[in-house]
T-cell receptor
Framework: GQQLNQSPQSMFIQEGEDVSMNCTSS?????WLWYKQDPGEGPVLLIA?????ELTSNGRLTAQFGITRKDSFLNISASIPSDVGIYFC??????????????FGTGTRLKVLA | NAGVMQNPRHLVRRRGQEARLRCSPM?????VYWYRQLPEEGLKFMVY????????ESGMPKERFSAEFPKEGPSILRIQQVVRGDSAAYFC???????????FGPGTRLLVL
């Protein structure tokens, strides 16, 4: 089945540092999405990417849809304490696989040291 | 703010009891999805419903689990005769269309004793 490998699994960084995480797969996806999940809450959509090569920003966050359609990365610039949480990538499979069946990565746990 | 609502937020059940989880989609959304999240893992698709129809339940265990989305009222995920392995966070998401972005609720955390 389709799987997403997300790395790193966890990271501790100092406030003000930039953060980079990525998601890779052996399968292609039509859409890549990045979510953030705070403890005890549901995932909140950060960025959605719809085309191979697309680079999209949302404030201090920047994400790119890989050219091969098999990967994506998320960068956070100048991290702040409220960036702490779990970041999930999710891929939306091609039509024949059921576009509604988001496939989630296992998450990157980010901790920011003040 | 008419986001996706789920209740209860926390549910404790003893083995063998039934668990009923409710989800009210975002206003204007008629597509509902249920996911399960085990600790330290990502979300796993369970079932996709539209009003009065189950579109895809390929991620649902074959036994004890059922889902519905009636014409009126919230979507219900029902787990009969719960076992300890059912302990997890269950998230509902909704969208305005099958290929549109899914928005998640806060989840129901089920603990089976």
């Amino acid at each position: 089945g389709q799987q997403l490998n997300q790395s790193p699994q966890s990271m501790f960084i100092q406030e003000g540092e930039d953060v980079s995480m990525n998601c890779t797969s052996s399968s292609i996806f039509n859409t890549w999405l990045w979510y953030k999940q705070d403890p005890g809450e549901g995932p909140v959509l950060l960025i959605a990417l719809y085309k191979a090569g697309e680079l999209t920003s949302n404030g201090r966050l920047t994400a790119q849809f890989g050219i091969t359609r098999k990967d994506s990365f998320l960068n956070i610039s100048a991290s702040i304490p409220s960036d702490v949480g779990i970041y999930f990538c999710a891929g939306q499979p091609p039509h024949t696989s059921g576009t509604y069946k988001y496939i989630f990565g296992t998450g990157t746990r980010l901790k920011v040291l003040a | 703010n008419a986001g996706v609502m789920q209740n209860p937020r926390h549910l404790v059940r003893r083995r063998g009891q039934e668990a009923r989880l409710r989800c009210s989609p975002m206003k204007g959304h008629s597509h509902v999805y249920w996911y399960r999240q085990l600790p330290e893992e990502g979300l796993k698709f369970m079932v996709y419903l539209q009003k009065e129809n189950i579109i895809d339940e390929s991620g649902m265990p074959k036994e004890r689990f059922s889902a519905e989305f009636p014409k009126e009222g919230p979507s219900i995920l029902r787990i009969q005769q719960v076992v300890r392995g059912d302990s997890a966070a269950y998230f509902c998401a909704s969208s305005g269309g099958q290929q549109e972005t899914q928005y998640f609720g806060p989840g129901t955390r089920l603990l089976v004793l």
